[in-house]
């Protein structure tokens, strides 16, 4: 077994780990918070969290007006014009209102208006709408902070320029430390506000971090917020981390390991550090992923040559054998309503992509383009199944559950693992050089392709569900 990618250009036969134990055949037969702050989720689900702000008395709408609420179609081809001027209250206010517009712009659906020379008004009080129609805008967010010891008050609000309206005001009580989930936080609510769907800045992203030499590399669990920000390794590299996997419902990771020169599945517990062995089989477990309830692990039980898709408890125990082809079956992943579940498999000669039932019953083949298909990945919103393709090179692309409409977002030298944001409106992968690779995250119609950088060669990306 190796981490090579299953698509890699290596010869064969050469390992990134020389304790890692190889299976003959196997391409690439396995996929892929320290702790997350330990009062994040605490201070912000206490009764002071979210306080609905009073709303102050709109303008009168000029004659004409329309509104900057509109679609996620619309915004792709013309990003909303948003101004963010600088919150009340000092420094903090300041680098909170950088992480809320960077947050948006990145996203490639606004457009950062600039938002000198335009006077502030006191906090609570309608802005100048005339003014700020002026500038271009449409949508303006204002705010105040206030610090009072380690407790931060956040107040915002979100305005419709061209009708003169408020849409949102909210207020944020936290520790001074979370202030950045609290921007995150904010830039949601004014993406849900505009654009009628969720949210994704509150999350986090965990990925495998690379350094050392080529032949011997160091591999580590790593997580960090899912704009590159507050990076920390969660294992120290004495074992190699593969293919980490976030909980849907627990603050837990599934992932890889080789350890004494076994592969297995382990569970992270990013609440007290700890790491523990999901089961106790025989031979060899990879390719995990959670049930959709969070209550399971579905993954792939290397047996005679080939390997199996079971599904089992966390501790490893109820384990169930869902395919038995003789043939590499790998990379589970069950939609979303846990109905379904797509993995890639070898056992029509050549690796594709199939959809069973979630008992394993009703295989079926979903993949017909030319080239190798795997890394499937159902997203979120049910409605696509993203995969690596291999033909002429390497590609990132999505197509329905059914197989068709396939879509390449991405082409080259070696793109693959990709993972939905919770709202299944953009994509991240790896994309390396042969060399090292490095995270980047799409649209799924295949625009505004942004890398997140990373302090090290990343790989094996894992985008969590929202934290708020």
């Known amino acids: 077994m190796t981490d090579t990618p299953r698509f890699s250009r290596r010869p064969s036969g050469e390992t990134d780990d020389a304790t890692a134990p190889t299976i003959p055949g196997m391409v690439r037969a396995i996929t892929r918070r320290g702790m997350i702050g330990t009062t994040v989720a605490t201070a912000l689900a206490a009764p002071a969290w979210a306080q609905s702000a009073p709303a102050a008395a709109p303008a009168a709408a000029g004659n004409g007006a329309t509104s900057a609420v509109i679609d996620v179609n619309r915004a792709r081809t013309a990003p909303i014009p948003i101004a963010i001027p600088p919150f009340a209250g000092g420094t903090s206010a300041g680098d909170l209102v950088g992480v809320i517009s960077h947050d948006l712009s990145n996203c490639g659906l606004f457009r950062i208006v600039d938002a000198s020379g335009i006077a502030q008004t006191a906090p609570g009080g309608a802005p100048d709408f005339g003014a700020w129609r002026g500038t271009g805008a449409q949508a303006l967010v204002t705010g105040s902070v206030t610090q009072n010891g380690d407790q931060l008050r956040v107040e915002f609000r979100l305005w419709d320029i061209l009708p003169g309206t408020q849409l949102q005001g909210t207020a944020y009580t936290t520790s001074t430390a979370n202030w950045r989930r609290i921007a995150h936080i904010i830039a949601d609510v004014v993406y849900q506000r505009l654009l009628g ?112 898709i079971i599904t089992c408890s966390l501790n490893g125990t109820n384990v169930r054998t869902l395919t038995n082809s003789g043939a590499i079956d790998s990379s589970p992943c069950f939609s979303p309503d846990g109905s379904q579940i797509v993995f890639e498999s070898d056992r029509g000669g050549d690796q594709q992509l199939y959809v069973m039932g979630a008992d394993g019953s009703g295989v079926r083949r979903i993949s017909f383009g030319a080239g190798r298909y795997g890394d499937p990945v159902w997203s979120p919103r049910g409605d696509l199944i993203a995969f690596t393709r291999l033909g002429s090179s390497f590609a990132i692309g999505v197509m329905a559950p059914d197989g068709s409409g396939e879509r390449i977002l991405s082409e080259s030298y070696d793109v693959e693992a990709p993972t939905f944001c919770p709202n299944g409106r953009v994509i991240m992968f790896q994309r390396g050089d042969g060399q090292t690779s490095r995270l980047v995250t799409i649209d799924i119609t295949g625009f505004n392709e942004q890398v997140v950088e990373t302090s090290t060669s990343a790989s094996d990306p894992a985008w969590s569900p929202l934290l708020s």
Not at 211 to 226: E, F, H, S, V, Y
Request: glycine fraction near 10%; avoid cysteine; aromatic fraction near 12%.
């Open 197 to 308: 769907e969720k949210g994704y800045f509150d999350t986090r992203i965990a990925y495998i971090s690379t350094t050392g030499a080529a032949r011997n590399p160091t591999k580590r669990l790593a997580i960090m917020d899912q704009d590159g920000a507050n990076n920390r390794f969660l294992t120290d590299g004495t074992w190699t981390a593969l293919g980490p996997r976030f909980s849907p419902t627990r603050d837990q990771i599934a992932f890889i390991s080789y350890v004494n020169k076994a592969v297995r599945v382990y569970l992270f517990d990013l609440g007290t550090g700890t790491r523990s062995l999901v089961g106790n089989f025989r031979t060899m477990t990879f390719a995990p992923r959670f049930t959709p309830d969070g209550n399971g692990i579905v993954m792939s039980l290397y047996e005679n040559g080939g390997s199996n």
